[in-house]
């Protein structure tokens, strides 16, 4: 059965990158029918998209997040990436990594970490 | 773009039936079938329960038929029929916004009475 596992630092300061790491375990992440995605949910608040990422490296990001979003996949270690830059208290979140199965296959997140809390303050 | 319209809290007595409601605009729920909905239960990973506005995933685990989904216009409706305690959670709908984007719902905590 497909996992994902968050992981990384649950502090990070004002101004600094947020570096997030998902292993993804029971499954292929090169497979041609996902894409690999992050999802953050603020305190109190509800979930957003942040972007998505394909295997061989296309990236779709939140158009509100695209000028500090990167995301990366390296499938030696089955492992995809997220680095949110300029960090402000407003990133403040749980943050979950997903499958994206992206529209033509159904459209939706169909499976997903269990999230990491991550806090911005100095 | 702008965050699905979801009612912050909804709740019914069980063996009942609810409706939660997801608005959006004719710019994501009111053109794309690709509207989901998530359960999130605390400190669980969230779950798939409905896609393409009515379909329910049988992988990674079933879903009971209990969980429904519909679409008119811009909104998209989940109905829990036949309440139970576990069904208590947070739910979130989402929908394709179109040139790859992703939009979801603010949420609607549902407590089962």
């Known amino acids: 059965q497909l996992q994902l596992q968050e992981s990384g630092p649950g502090l990070v300061k004002p101004s600094e990158t947020l570096s997030l790491t998902c292993t993804v375990s029971?499954?292929?992440?090169?497979?041609?029918?996902?894409?690999w995605g992050w999802i953050r949910q603020p305190p109190g608040k509800g979930l957003e998209w942040i972007g998505s990422?394909?295997?061989?490296?296309?990236?779709y990001y939140n158009p509100s997040l695209k000028s500090r979003v990167t995301m990366s996949v390296d499938m030696s270690r089955t492992q995809f990436s997220l680095r949110l830059n300029s960090v402000t208290a407003a990133d403040t979140a749980v943050y979950y990594c997903?499958?994206?199965?992206?529209?033509?296959?159904?459209?939706?997140?169909?499976?997903w970490g269990q999230g990491t809390l991550v806090t911005v303050s100095s | 773009q702008s965050a699905l319209t979801q009612p912050p809290s909804a709740s019914g007595s069980p063996g009942q039936s609810v409706t939660i409601s997801c608005t959006g605009t004719s710019s994501d729920v009111g053109i794309y079938n690709y509207v989901s909905w998530y359960q999130l239960h605390p400190g669980k990973a969230p779950k798939l329960i409905i896609y393409e506005v009515s379909k329910r995933p049988s992988w990674p685990s079933g879903v009971p038929d209990r969980f429904s989904g519909s679409k008119s216009g811009n909104t998209a409706s989940l109905t829990v029929s036949g309440l139970q305690a576990e069904d208590e959670a947070d739910y979130y709908c989402s929908s394709y916004a179109g040139t790859n984007n992703w939009v979801f719902g603010g949420g609607t905590k549902l407590t089962v009475l």
């Open positions: 990422i394909y295997y061989e490296g296309n990236t």
């Open positions: 029971g499954g292929s992440i090169s497979s041609s029918s996902n894409y």
């Open positions: 997903a499958r994206h199965v992206p529209t033509n296959y159904g459209g939706n997140f169909n499976s």
